[in-house]
């Protein structure tokens, strides 16, 4: 018997990105027969990292 299991997830993903969001799968077959498909979830927000949000960072990170 032959077990495979494949993800099916993408290499990058483009922000912003909400916990609990499907990106993906994940894929297990038994000689070549599909037996179960799982969902990939995002467990926490990714926001978009824009130029405001770089100079708020550094702001907030270098003021004593």
């Known amino acids: 018997d032959v077990v495979e299991v494949n993800y099916l997830i993408p290499k990058v ?4 990105v909400k ?3 499907q990106i ?3 894929v297990y077959t038994l000689n070549g027969e599909l037996v179960k498909q799982d ?3 995002t467990s926490e927000n990714v ?6 949000w770089y100079m708020e960072y550094i ?3 270098f003021a004593i």
């Open 13 to 16: 993903l483009k922000a912003p």
């Open 19 to 21: 916990a609990g969001e």
């Open 24 to 26: 993906g799968s994940v």
């Open 39 to 41: 969902p990939v979830i």
């Open 47 to 52: 926001y978009k990292q824009t130029a405001k």
């Open 59 to 61: 702001f907030r990170r």
